[in-house]
T-cell receptor
Framework: SQQGEEDPQALSIQEGENATMNCSYK?????LQWYRQNSGRGLVHLIL?????REKHSGRLRVTLDTSKKSSSLLITASRAADTASYFC??????????????FGAGTRLAVHP | NAGVTQTPKFQVLKTGQSMTLQCAQD?????MSWYRQDPGMGLRLIHY???????DQGEVPNGYNVSRSTTEDFPLRLLSAAPSQTSVYFC????????????FGEGSRLTVL
């Protein structure tokens, strides 16, 4: 079963616009991560936010975390065509065998049109 | 640095055949894992390892075997391929047990006929 679920499943915007993706999860977490995947490639880590943090920035990325609502959002400001990719949230499924397993959602497909 | 290297990139198998997907990392990461990615399903954890000689099952382990004889390598074996195992497989590694950043390979696309 998936821990995180992204919304929307797909998003189409024009260059220069902001893109917002949301992630909801079911159980308490230690941290939440966002990854990006270009078509046909592996996933690349974007940002990690810990459960005691509410907001984090990295360049044009802004991530918020609301543990009371069990949700997170990823905002990409001033989108570029090169931002076209799928974006996944991932949450830790809890310590098992000495390892916090990451569980991924189904992702949001972002298309940024020139 | 090469990071995480997966081979082969593409493979076609017939039902019942066996094969091994290779994964190697050069970052001296203790933790390695295998995921499969299917349309609309996100990534699902198959097996993972917390160090050489130690492996454990993830969400969808059936039909797959792993071993970890060295820190660098974490091969995934399909024992008797089935069409349901048609997927894209990703190997990932991390330096932290605390659900830190995962470094992914480029994936191996497997088709089982």
């Amino acid at each position: 079963s998936q821990q995180g679920e992204e919304d929307p499943q797909a998003l189409s915007i024009q260059e220069g616009e902001n893109a917002t993706m949301n992630c909801s999860y079911k159980t308490s977490i230690n941290n939440l991560q966002w990854y990006r995947q270009n078509s046909g490639r592996g996933l690349v880590h974007l940002i990690l936010i810990r459960s005691n943090e509410r907001e984090k920035h990295s360049g044009r990325l802004r991530v918020t975390l609301d543990t009371s609502k069990k949700s997170s959002s990823l905002l990409i400001t001033a989108s570029r065509a090169a931002d076209t990719a799928s974006y996944f949230c991932a949450t830790d499924a809890g310590l098992s065998g000495g390892y916090n397993k990451l569980i991924f959602g189904a992702g949001t497909r972002l298309a940024v049109h020139p | 640095n090469a990071g995480v290297t997966q081979t082969p990139k593409f493979q076609v198998l017939k039902t019942g055949q066996s094969m091994t997907l290779q994964c190697a990392q050069d970052m001296n990461h203790e933790y390695m894992s295998w995921y499969r990615q299917d349309p609309g399903m996100g990534l699902r954890l198959i097996h993972y390892s917390v160090g050489a000689g130690i492996t454990d099952q993830g969400e969808v382990p059936n039909g797959y075997n792993v071993s970890r004889s060295t820190t660098e390598d974490f091969p995934l074996r399909l024992l008797s391929a089935a069409p349901s195992q048609t997927s894209v497989y990703f190997c990932a590694s991390s330096y932290s047990r605390g659900a830190g950043e995962l470094f992914f390979g480029e994936g191996s696309r497997l088709t089982v006929l």
